[in-house]
């Protein structure tokens, strides 16, 4: 496939040149967006939908249930439609625990640590949630020292285990960055229940992210290659491949004709991160000052018709400061307009 055609599938796919009319409707289709920055999440929802959806609008879907946000794959947090998380982790869970084994055999964590945690959260859960800090808090209070990523793990795994997800935003001045953890079991009305949980996988990477293939999968997945196989074995009847082992949906977004060809796009963004090779939408020789870096941040990024061709920061843009382009040329007052498209995000 051409390098151009696939940009152009991409973009659609993405819904970055055909957004969705609701901020549901963008979650939806992409399935899961990564989101350990939480604000860089927010926003990878609110660019795909159409008009300027507000920061409040988004934190909005959180406090209806209809959003979430839990480690989904690779051990890594995720925004994902509330009904869809149950599915997805019976998917993900396991090969999740797998990575992380060692880790919490180093900090002691075993079943019975996971059982004292859960009998004590339970009951603080039942009223409104409880922030990480107060989380932490309960687990101190029976004698499990949460510093050193134990408090981290443990959430996680009750979160693998389907027992609490992350929901309402906590309201705070500004831009709100932390969320309550909540029991799944009252929070969530409604859990989808696909026939084939790994072929439906596979279906909806491809339906948010295609042209793509089985090494993208397994990157994004956090699946093995076999697994990342066997997937698409079950799912070829939902896809159309479009070149040697590159699929796309066979129900597409259709493009706006009014969509802008500059975009800011947040860290970590799906449209960089979710692809086991990124040399489609950004030079090699820029791949190292988009991350993933040492400490395995990925920047946010200026995108002109599909390809890389900038940084920026949350923070620098608030401030109205330049972002870091990396080449002369390009279109500053669409660039100032993609970066206003941001802040007005964040005013809202």
């Given amino acids: 496939m051409k390098t151009a055609t696939l940009i152009a599938e991409r973009l659609r796919s993405h819904r970055l040149s055909a957004p969705a009319r609701t901020v549901a409707g963008a979650a939806s289709h992409m399935l899961a967006v990564q989101s350990q920055d939480f604000t860089a999440g927010r926003w990878a929802l609110a660019a795909r939908t159409r008009g300027e959806p507000t920061l409040s609008a988004v934190d909005g879907a959180f406090a209806r249930g209809d959003l979430v946000r839990a480690w989904t794959m690779r051990g890594t947090l995720h925004i994902i439609p509330a009904r869809d998380l149950r599915w997805v982790l019976s998917v993900t869970a396991e090969r999740q625990r797998a990575q992380a084994a060692g880790r919490r055999r180093d900090l ?85 229940t696909p026939e084939d949980p790994i072929a439906e996988l596979f279906v909806r990477y491809i339906d948010g992210h295609g042209p793509a293939g089985v090494a993208d999968f397994a990157w994004w997945s956090g699946l093995t290659l076999g697994q990342s196989r066997e997937a698409l074995t079950r799912a070829r009847g939902g896809l159309a491949e479009v070149d040697d082992g590159v699929f796309v949906s ?3 977004p259709r493009r706006t004709s009014g969509a802008a060809n500059v975009l800011a796009l947040g860290a970590f963004d799906e449209y960089y991160i979710s692809y086991a090779d990124r040399t489609a939408v950004c030079a090699p020789e820029h791949l190292a000052l988009v991350g993933p870096g040492k400490n395995g941040m990925v920047r946010a990024t200026i995108v002109s018709d599909g390809r890389v061709i900038g940084c920026w920061t949350h923070a620098s843009a608030s401030l109205g400061s330049e972002p870091e382009l990396f080449a002369p040329g390009a279109d500053e007052e669409a660039v100032r307009s993609a970066l206003a498209r941001f802040t007005r995000f964040l005013d809202g």
Avoid at 112 to 117: D, G, P, S
Avoid at 118 to 141: I, K, N, S, Y
């Fill in 108 to 192: 002691g964590i075993d079943g019975a640590m996971v059982a004292a945690v859960v009998a004590a959260v339970v009951p603080r859960l039942r009223d409104g949630g409880l922030t990480r800090a107060e989380m932490f808090e309960v687990f101190t209070g029976v004698g499990i020292d949460p510093s050193g990523q134990r408090g981290i793990h443990l959430l996680s795994e009750m979160t693998l285990d389907g027992l609490i997800c992350q929901g309402p935003v906590v309201e705070r001045d500004g831009v709100g960055r932390e969320q309550r953890f909540v029991l799944v079991d009252e929070h969530i009305a409604e859990h989808a």
């Fill in 250 to 252: 066979t129900v597409r």
